[in-house]
């Protein structure tokens, strides 16, 4: 196959940005620090699966059953047993900021064993803990996996993921997140780090409360803008994070091209602009073809003559004509993609061309292969 074939379905996706940037609130482009989720993790067991749990093999999600059990007091030894309506699984979950005791939150179940399917099974009480080994919340529910998988080893069928699922408010929160409001100054931490854009929210929180008293807004670099809490709102910083958060802000964008070759997808902005140049373009497909004929000899051929197999090897060589673009002043990324795709460029020649552009000098954006 060419390498013009074998991009043709590639996908070319174009991002093009208006001409004038919307502005965005705070909330969007920063969070606070000490305000933050916490990752929990937590090992248990998931049991009613329809004998398509852990086998044998699986020497944990046995002595697991037999822990749960003696707990409850029966004692059995775990190579005594062979369950396939049991598998053991690690649960996750997301602890958000401020959540208190008797608030639930979705937990994710995974199989760590050779269970093959996880529908229809129930997960035991789990509790699930933080990096520092404390447990904030306890999980159990029904597994909902979302796919499902039928049939035997010669005839299958499996739709998404059956070995991984959610249980929607499957765990209760037993401890308090660790949050702290700030209560004297505000850090703010940009979700992108820039210094035109650090510079910018600065500037807009001190016009918006700061017209009648020292600035109260400062960032300390590309990432952090620290913010004192008026007098006005002293017992109140709530109130006044709620009103910083929905301040609208003009954020500074960088110009990006974003490139994933193996699947041919090219993603950029609008504003990515290029220098006058002109590109030359050709394509060269070599295609090499095999094919078998069978060789048989001719009547009364002797005792050594045989039925025998040729291959037939041709190979061929095509080089396209080299097409031209002329790129003016002022054009942009998008006008060259559409004069490229207008003379039948493919998704990888496009990939290939703005590679060497950029090593031209012709871009001034990063490239990002991913």
Known sequence: MSIRALFAAGLLLLATEASGSNPIRVKELATIEGVRDNQLIGYGMVVGL????????????????????????????????QVRNTAAVMVTAVLPPFAQPGSKVDVTVA??????????????LTPLRAATGETYAVAQGSVVTGGFAAGHTGNSQTVNHPTAGRIVDGAIVERGA?????????????????????????ECINKAFSKDQPLLAQAS?????????PHN???????????????????????RIAIDEKTGTI?????????????????????????FDVSQPAPFSGPGAATAVVPQTNVGVKEDKATNVVIGKG???????????????????????????????AIDAEIDIM
């Open 221 to 229: 670099n590309s990432s952090v803008i620290v913010v004192q809490l």
């Open 178 to 202: 660790p949050s702290v409001i700030p209560t004297h100054e505000l850090h703010l931490q940009l979700r992108r780090p820039d210094f035109i854009t650090a510079s910018r929210v600065a």
């Open 111 to 124: 199989a760590v064993g050779d269970a093959a399917n996880l529908q229809g099974g129930l997960l035991l």
């Open 50 to 81: 329809a004998g398509t749990g852990d086998r044998r093999q699986t020497v944990f999600s046995s002595q697991t059953l037999t822990n749960i059990l003696q707990r409850m007091g029966v004692t059995v030894l775990p190579t005594a047993i």
């Open 233 to 255: 709102y002293e017992g109140r910083s709530v109130d006044f994070i709620a009103a910083v958060e929905a301040i609208p802000v003009e954020v500074d964008r960088l110009a």
């Open 331 to 361: 054009s942009k990324i998008e006008d060259l993609v559409r004069s490229l795709t207008a003379i039948g460029s493919t998704p990888r020649d496009i990939i290939a061309i703005l590679q060497n552009l950029k090593a031209a000098g």
């Open 267 to 291: 993603v950029f902005g609008g504003d990515v602009r290029i220098a006058p140049v002109s590109i030359l373009h050709g394509n060269l497909t070599v295609e090499v073809q095999t094919s």
